[in-house]
């Protein structure tokens, strides 16, 4: 192990909250395997198989266990990221079809476990979160402005069709 590394090393806070994030974060993401893989889900993808409602709970469950990682002492990036990492979830796991398939895979809790183990364990994600917050912005800010340009042509060939 580097120096730099033992230096920044810490135990992962041992408390009645963190026990039961880490339960909730692999019950959602990490539960049930597909027989004869290493292939494994949880019940985040199962919920949103409920249309509107099955995304809403798991984001609200994604939510609070972020909630309850950031009392332990995070910092604002590592927050911000988290966040950033359950608004991913969220915004395409509500994509009819796309959705479902993407919450097999991108698994939001356990992704926000391992930022938080990479907090405690080799001192990553450390600062402030706005220049994340910055970067977020700006990257949707120019998916929204080519969204509305994809759809300005779309619409201009529809009405050139009549």
């Known amino acids: 192990m580097s120096r730099i590394t033992t230096q920044h090393q810490q135990e992962i806070p041992d408390t009645p909250t963190i026990r039961t994030v880490r339960k909730l974060s692999y019950l959602m993401d990490e539960q049930f395997r597909v027989p004869g893989t290493k292939f494994r889900f949880g019940l985040d993808p199962i919920l949103n198989l409920i249309p509107f409602a099955g995304d809403f709970a798991g ?7 972020v909630l ?5 002492g995070l910092t604002s990036k590592i927050v911000v990221l988290m966040c950033l990492n ?3 979830d969220a915004t395409i796991g509500a994509i009819p079809g796309i959705g479902q398939i993407w919450d097999f895979f991108f ?3 356990t992704k926000n476990m391992k930022l938080m183990e990479e907090y405690y364990h080799e001192g990553k994600h450390q600062g402030s979160g706005k220049n994340t917050i910055f970067l977020a912005l700006g990257v949707l800010f120019t998916i929204f402005i080519i969204l509305v340009v994809i759809l300005w042509y779309v619409l201009a060939w529809i009405i050139s069709l009549f």
């Open 59 to 65: 984001f609200i469950i994604s939510g609070g266990l």
């Open 68 to 72: 309850a990682m950031s009392s332990k």
């Open 86 to 88: 359950i608004f991913l």
């Open 107 to 109: 698994k939001s809790n």
